[in-house]
């Protein structure tokens, strides 16, 4: 069973890069599965970041593109997300999860159990 | 990049039914059938309840149930128990800008 860990900085300061790793066990992140990024304002609903297919074909949220950047470390068994320029509003809980090749690109079938990154000075 | 549309909040007693509505364009739920539910209880990751409109992971309760007609997606939970009172999002594939994923605002469902 895939299971799945972020790790990070909880305090950002803004304009800063916020970067979080998502550690893979139980799994060889280069066997299958895709992986993903979704976040949670604290109170408010789920936003999809992008996600990050075998390929290493990205997709982004259109309204994050110009600041994200996922990638794969097969190496170490994990994949990260970069968020450049951060400020108040990007202060949410970050999920990390995956995606089986199997289903559709918004299925995400493990996550992680989610950090909070506050973004404040 | 517009949020589906989901009811704020629901409720019911144990033992009822009740559904969750998910309205998107035909862009999003109304063209492919790719729409997941998600529950999430407090302080807790989400969890794949449904995915591809209407199928279960192993391991889902047969009480869950989803489906689609036009733009609008719905989740139905039957036999309803206390430990279901949760947030529900939908999600689905959309490709209205660049191919990518959006979710609904959130459903508080509550068991009265």
């Known amino acids: 069973q895939v299971q799945l860990q972020e790790s990070g900085p909880g305090l950002v300061k803004p304009s800063e890069t916020l970067s979080l790793t998502c550690a893979v066990s139980g799994y060889s992140i280069s066997s299958g599965y895709y992986w993903g990024w979704i976040r949670q304002p604290p109170g408010k609903g789920l936003e999809w970041i992008g996600s990050i297919y075998h390929s290493g074909s990205t997709y982004y949220n259109p309204s994050l593109k110009s600041r994200v950047t996922i990638s794969v470390d097969t190496s170490k068994n994990q994949f990260s997300l970069k968020l450049s320029s951060v400020t108040a509003a990007d202060t949410a809980v970050y999920y990390c999860?995956?995606?089986?090749?199997?289903?559709?690109?918004?299925?995400?079938?493990?996550w992680g159990q989610g950090t909070l990154v506050t973004v404040s000075s | 990049q517009s949020a589906l549309t989901q009811p704020a909040s629901v409720s019911g007693s144990p033992g009822q039914s009740i559904t969750i509505s998910c309205t998107g364009t035909s862009s999003d739920v109304g063209g492919y059938n790719y729409v997941s539910w998600y529950q999430q209880h407090p302080g807790k990751a989400p969890k794949l309840m449904i995915y591809d409109v209407s199928n279960r992971p192993s391991g889902v309760s047969n009480r869950f149930s989803g489906s689609k007609s036009g733009n609008t997606a719905s989740l139905t939970i039957s036999g309803l128990q206390a430990e279901d009172e949760a947030d529900y999002y939908c999600s689905s594939y959309t490709s209205s800008s660049t191919p990518d994923v959006v979710f609904g605002g959130g459903t508080k469902l509550t068991v009265l």
């Open positions: 999860a995956s995606l089986r090749p199997d289903y559709g690109p918004n299925d995400f079938d493990y």
